[in-house]
Structure formats: structure tokens, C-alpha cells
């Protein structure tokens, strides 16, 4: 029979985590999608099967694996935003291609406005909880959150200038994601800082 004190040892034992970081597989997943959409936006190219399957995949599914990774690692803010953003990219190519099947009419201006507001205020309050990660992190979501109510300002007065300068502070917040993600790679790899995150001192 199994003594008391074994029984305390195994009921002590601490699993170590040996599995890797999956963030910034996250941020790329998002990063590269958001560049690409608001390249769109800004004019360079119309909106084609390229940006919706980044939607589909990379910015969608990607991201929802990432938060479920996130959460095997006990990560709340990571399973959160990741599994949350994967879900935007898919809802938003929903909007997009459903409408074009017969599922549905297209949104109305109003009912996109309340969408993207909705988004707005979810990336204010994630943005809230960067101030105690990294600065990096921070710039991410500042400007996600600027870029959520350009976007949802461009669709209440269909002002064509507003959304060509959302489509380049999109282009930013994306660029700022996609640093992110690859500093983090790269730190990793040369077990050293060789891009700067800004990490916050506690």
C-alpha cells in the first residue's frame, strides 16, 4: 500500500511544459492577413480569393489553433485574443461570401458599423491588458483598436477617404503584429535579444 508521504509526493509533482511558445504563429496569422485586407483598403488591389483565403486559413484557422494551444499553456489573454481574432477572420469572409451564395443579404452599412464598433471596444479592453506584457504587444492593439473604429467611422458616413486611411493604419498594425511575431522567433533562436519587445519591468 501506497504510504501517506508517496501519496503527497506524486500529488506534488509539477509537470514541466517543454512544448514551444505558439504566439507567434498567432501574431503572423494575423499580422500578414491584416497587411494583405488593408492593402485592399487602401487601394492597391481589389478584394479576390487571395485575402479570403488568408481570411480563411492563415488569419482564421491558424490563429483558432494557436488559441487552443494557448490554453493548454493556461494562457487566458492568448486563448482569448488569438481564438477570438481567428473567429473575426472567419466571420468577416462570411460576411463577404454569403451573401454572393443566397445565404443571406449583404450587411448594411449600419449593421457593419455596429460590427466593427463591437470589435473596437473588444481590442480596447485586450489593449488594457498589454500594459502589464510588453510594449510591443501594446503598439499591436493600439492600433488595432484605432484601426477597428476607422473602419467602423469609413462604414456609418461611406466617406471613401476614411477607409483609404484606415487601409494604411491597418497596414501599420498589421507590419507591427508581424514584428512581433518574428522577434519573438528570432530572440528565441539566438537565446538573446536581438529585436527588442519593450518588455515591461515588474
Known amino acids: 500500500m501506497t504510504s501517506l508521504s508517496q501519496q503527497a509526493s506524486v500529488s506534488n509533482l509539477a509537470l514541466n511544459d517543454t512544448t514551444a511558445n505558439p504566439a507567434p504563429l498567432g501574431l503572423l496569422g494575423f499580422g500578414m492577413t491584416t497587411v494583405l485586407l488593408n492593402l485592399h483598403n487602401a487601394g492597391f488591389f481589389p478584394l479576390d480569393a487571395m485575402i479570403l483565403g488568408m481570411g480563411i486559413f492563415y488569419g482564421g484557422l491558424g490563429q483558432i489553433i494557436v488559441g487552443i494551444m494557448e490554453w493548454k499553456k493556461n494562457n487566458t489573454f492568448g486563448a482569448t485574443a488569438f481564438t477570438s481574432y481567428g ?21 448594411t452599412a449600419a449593421a457593419m458599423t455596429s460590427y466593427l464598433v463591437m470589435w473596437g471596444l473588444f481590442t480596447a479592453v485586450l489593449f488594457v491588458g498589454t500594459l502589464k506584457l510588453n510594449r510591443a504587444l501594446q503598439v499591436v492593439f493600439a492600433s488595432l483598436t484605432i484601426l477597428f473604429f476607422l473602419l467602423a467611422i469609413g462604414d456609418a458616413t461611406e466617406n471613401h477617404l476614411i477607409k483609404t486611411v484606415a487601409g494604411y493604419e491597418g497596414i501599420f498594425c498589421g507590419l507591427s503584429a508581424i514584428y512581433t511575431g518574428l522577434a519573438q522567433v ?13 518588455m515591461i519591468k515588474k
Open 87 to 107: 473567429l473575426f477572420w472567419l466571420s468577416l469572409v462570411a460576411l463577404i461570401v454569403l451573401p454572393k451564395t443566397g445565404f443571406g443579404t449583404a450587411p
Open 186 to 198: 528570432l530572440n528565441e533562436v539566438y537565446g538573446r535579444t536581438v529585436a527588442p519587445l519593450g
